[in-house]
């Protein structure tokens, strides 16, 4: 097996922090939703509990946003610049995890300090961080004090339609995190890449040299 070091410290922290931070906001606005079905707490202090998380997580993005635009591991979630072979690697990985995953064949992807995510990764992360978690936040911010907001909240068509796209992202958001449980079992083992974001290596398996091929 093949160590390549990819999660840095502070990207492993942030993402534990993040990953406990959005489960506590799925289980706090289904209390806020469901206060008699569920009652693990009153709704008043789910509320409170519900809005602080989302501050400390609004903190923990502006951290992610900052270490990414500053630092060189921003290339990490780039795109490739090349379109016709971002495209043709997209159209490799899309055939892996359809198909080729169960025949047994390799990733087309491989692990990289500056390209640690293949290119169905990128993509997905970039619309996620860059997009949906910043209208969820919005949304949020807006129904935290919709008074304060008012003339915004109106302006995106009431508290109705605010709500409701915040609740669309909240589903969304809840099978995102199953969705990627289960892709994250899909390593060379099923906790592999589930270790690496404890420890910041990746493994995987180092290509056998030509000789040794042919024989």
Known sequence: MKKTYVHPLPVRIWHWINALGFILLIVT?????????????S????????????????????????FYLLTDKVSVYHPELDPKKYFGDTLKQIRYYSYGIFRGHP?????HPYAKFNPLQKVMYQIVMLI?????FGTGLLLWDVDRFYSWVE???????????HVLVFIFFASFILIHVYL??????????????????EEE???????????
């Open 43 to 66: 709704f008043e202090s789910a509320v409170r509990f519900h809005n602080w998380l989302g501050f400390a997580l609004m903190a923990n993005y502006l951290i992610w946003l900052l």
């Open 184 to 201: 994250g079992s899909l390593g060379h083992t099923a906790s592999a890449h589930f270790k690496a974001m404890v420890t910041g290596y």
């Open 29 to 41: 606005g289904l209390q806020i939703r469901y206060t008699d079905i569920l009652g693990l707490m």
């Open 132 to 136: 949906i978690v910043p209208i969820q």
């Open 155 to 165: 302006a995106l068509g009431g508290v109705r339609v605010v709500s409701t796209v």
């Open 107 to 111: 990733n087309p992807h491989h692990v």
């Open 205 to 215: 398996m180092e290509e056998a040299p030509p000789a040794a091929k042919a024989g």
